[in-house]
Structure formats: C-alpha cells, structure tokens
C-alpha cells in the first residue's frame, strides 16, 4: 500500500510519483491511498492493477486545465485527446472517492477538455466525480479513423485498437457537448448526469458513441438521474459518434431540460438506420417516451431484462465489478 499527500505526510508528494514507483509490468493489485487536497497534475497510467483510493470524493481532487486550443511547443494545437487530466490504459483499474476534473473552462473558448481518457479493460470507478465542460468522459478506443484529417493525435494515436470494458457506479459526471463519448462497452449504474447550462437553444448533447459494429452493447445507463440546471427542453440524450452507436437509458429520472425527441441524428440520415438507441421505464418530466424520434427503440420487459450488468459486462473471463 503507498500513501500520497501533497502536505509530506505520506510515501509520495505527486500521484505520478507513486505510479511511477510500481514496476512497469505490475501483475498484483497496488492499492495507492489519496490524501484530501487538491493535486494538479497530468497523470499517465499504463500499468495494470491500480487502485487510486480518496477519503473524500469532493476534496480529493486531480485537476489540470489543458485543452484542444493550447499550443504545443511545435506551435500545433493540442487537440482533443492530448488534453486529458488522467489517461488511464492499463487493465484492471480501479477508483474510489476521487474527482477527476478539467478546470480549462468553456468549449466554445477553449475547445474539447478532457478530464479521463479511460481505455484500460475492466476498470471500475465508484463514487467518483468527472468535472468537465466540452468532452468530459473519453471512455476508449479510438474510433478507426478520424472523419476529418488522417490522425487523431493523444497517447493512443497508432496504436491498435481493442475492445475494453468500464463500469462507473455512484459517479458524477458534468458537462456539456458530448461530454460521454467514445467506443467502449460502459455500464454507469445509479450515476448522476449533469448538464451544464450554456444559456443556448441546445445547450449540450450528454453522450456520443461511437459503438463498434461487433459489439452488441455501447453505453447503458441504469437507474441513473439525469439533471441539469438549464432551461427546459434543450439538452440532447445523445447523437452518434459512428453510425453503430448503441446507447441504452433503463430506469432513469429525466430531468426537464431533456428534449422531447431525445436523440439528435448528428446529421447523418443514414446513421438513423445503424444505431440502435433504447430506452425503458423512464420517469421524470422529460420521460417523454412518445415523442421521442421514431428510431429510438422502447423495450419492453422481457427486452430490458438483456441489460442485466452481468450480460453487458462478464466477457469471457466473467468479469464482475460488483465483486470489486
């Protein structure tokens, strides 16, 4: 077990520095306990069987303010997935009582900010917090290629790309445009989804999948709580990334700024075809079910009982974040 506090009270001043102390091909689970404060730091984790363990999820921060807008020393942009406070990619890791957080500010100022790029295999977050405005949540892999451009830049760029499996319990997560987005097959069970107000017409769109074709399950929402200090009818369920984006909401409170028709077709008529967006039992003031778009599927019983945690996430190692 190592202790980090940023007072001198423990193994390590810098969470980076107690990563940095485990062996760069750790196969035993490494415990690092998190003082409360508040760390600045850009974190890298490529090892497996991390846990980063906080006291207190709302003062035991790791903060940093990068952005797709700032200028690298080669005077390129940063771009989007170089702006990361936590990149996480080793397997098997976990997080408990922390709050992730990108403090850059406004998207429409400094564009994407991410506060973890998690494309690690079974990695766990409960009670946490992901802090953010643009682009909060990366939860990996990279789709195959960018839309525009050849590359997306960030630690991943080249790099092969892999299924991987996220379970977030517990969790807070705030943002704004597309601030869920990504390829991973990710379970978020009893979370709180907060939209930031922007004072717009459409003040955000919560996730952007981008679901491999293969994959039978993209992102699936159970028993969460969707909210949101913004005007009524202006936030977006979410829009597709790629056109096999799945997203699933299961039993969730939707709040007023939910907007009627639920998803946006991100302007790809085609992709209305490919996705597969659904949802079940939803209540609230924005549980408008009805009048959602006619490409969002609602399940019924029998349908919705498929998206046990177990059936989305045990893979072929049964892999049970409940038992964590």
Known sequence: M???????????????NAIDSIPEKNKQRVIINI????????????KSFISLIGEDVKNTIITFNDSANVLLPSG??????????????GDDFIAENISFENSAGDGSIVGQAVAAYVDGDRASFKNCEFLGCQDTLFTGPLPPKPIEGNTFGGPKEGKPRR?????????Y???????????????FNKCEIFSNNRNMKVNGFITAASTPRENKFGYVFIECKFESN????TVYLGRPWRDYAKTAFLNCYMGEHIIQEGIHNWN?????????????????????????????RILNKEEAEEYSISNILSGNDNWNPHKI
Not at 35 to 46: A, F, L, R, V
Not at 163 to 171: D, F, K
Not at 230 to 233: E, L, Q, R, Y
């Open 230 to 233: 913004s005007a009524p009818s």
């Open 163 to 171: 299924n991987v499996r996220q379970y977030y319990e517990n969790c």
């Open 2 to 16: 190592i202790t980090v506090s940023k007072y001198g009270n423990g193994d390590f001043r810098t969470i980076q």
């Open 173 to 187: 997560i705030r943002g704004d445009i597309d601030f869920i987005f990504g390829s991973a097959t990710a379970v």
């Open 268 to 296: 790809k008529k085609d992709a209305e075809k490919l996705v597969d967006y659904v949802e079940y039992n939803s209540y609230g003031p924005g549980a408008l079910m009805d009048k959602r778009v006619s490409w969002l």
């Open 35 to 46: 003082k409360p404060g508040s760390y600045k730091e850009k974190i890298n984790i490529t």
């Open 76 to 89: 390129e942009k940063m771009r989007t997935f170089n702006s990361y406070t936590v990149f996480i990619d």
